[in-house]
């Protein structure tokens, strides 16, 4: 049972190039999230999904783009990478959403620098 | 909106000292409120949290927190620091956002280091 995973673990890529992070659970949750995480900032959400085949913007969407085809899988993507989007990324899913007392579980991350 | 202050962005403490962590919270319904510790380059994990019925709460640990209603505050405790505490402590409530999913918002974090 390996929860949630992340991959890859480290990525340096040059302005303008594009990458897709992936992150797959076990879990079977419902729910799953994009959050970044950059010094000082605590965690801000990129976008989310509330099942198979639907996704929505969270707090900062813009750059990213995200893909929920199968329910284990939730892809994050960057079109045209910038310094900026120098961050740690972070997926979490939960149970559902639709209740608000579920706590959400984390994977390791993705640490990611854009030069 | 709601929104999470974490007071002290960097703590130290002395091994076998007690741990005060500050967080005080908004939030325009009833909150439900969670303690996550992040270790080194690792993702977060839950802690504890507080959704209803007791206000003291017990974590994984040996960490626990006190929702007090009155003060806005969910500040996490432990009796006796160890070596293996540092870390990073992230506070969070959660709400039903626009869209009605489940919002998380967290607090910009405090490093807790443990001197020896």
């Known amino acids: 049972n390996a929860g949630v995973t992340q991959t890859p673990k480290f990525r340096v890529l040059k302005t303008g190039q594009s990458m897709t992070l992936l992150c797959a659970q076990d879990m079977n949750h419902e729910y799953m999230y994009w959050y970044r995480q950059d010094p000082g900032m605590g965690l801000r959400l990129i976008h989310y999904?509330?099942?198979?085949?639907?996704?929505a913007k969270g707090e900062v969407p813009d750059g990213y783009n995200v893909s929920r085809l199968k329910k284990q899988n939730f892809l994050l993507g960057l079109e045209s990478a910038a310094p900026s989007q120098t961050s740690v990324y972070f997926c979490?899913?939960?149970?559902?959403?639709?209740?608000?007392?579920?706590?959400?579980?984390f994977g390791p991350g993705t640490r990611l620098t854009v030069t | 909106a709601q929104s999470v202050t974490q007071l002290g962005s960097h703590v130290s403490v002395s091994e076998g000292a007690l741990v005060l962590l500050r967080c005080n919270y908004s939030?325009?319904?009833?909150?439900?409120l969670f303690w996550y510790v992040q270790y080194p380059n690792q993702g977060l994990q839950l802690l504890l949290k507080?959704?209803?019925?007791?206000?003291l709460v017990k974590g994984i640990n040996g960490f626990e927190a006190e929702f007090k209603k009155s003060e806005t505050s969910f500040h996490l405790t432990k009796p006796s620091a160890h070596m293996s505490d540092a870390a990073e402590y992230f506070c969070?409530?959660?709400?039903?956002?626009?869209?009605?999913?489940?919002?998380?918002?967290f607090g910009i974090g405090t490093k807790l280091q443990v001197i020896p």
């Open positions: 979490a899913t939960s149970v559902t959403g639709r209740a608000v007392s579920y706590e959400q579980y």
């Open positions: 999904s509330v099942g198979e085949g639907t996704t």
């Open positions: 939030s325009s319904v009833p909150p439900y």
């Open positions: 969070a409530v959660s709400d039903r956002g626009s869209g009605g999913y489940q919002k998380v918002t």
């Open positions: 507080y959704t209803t019925g007791a206000t």
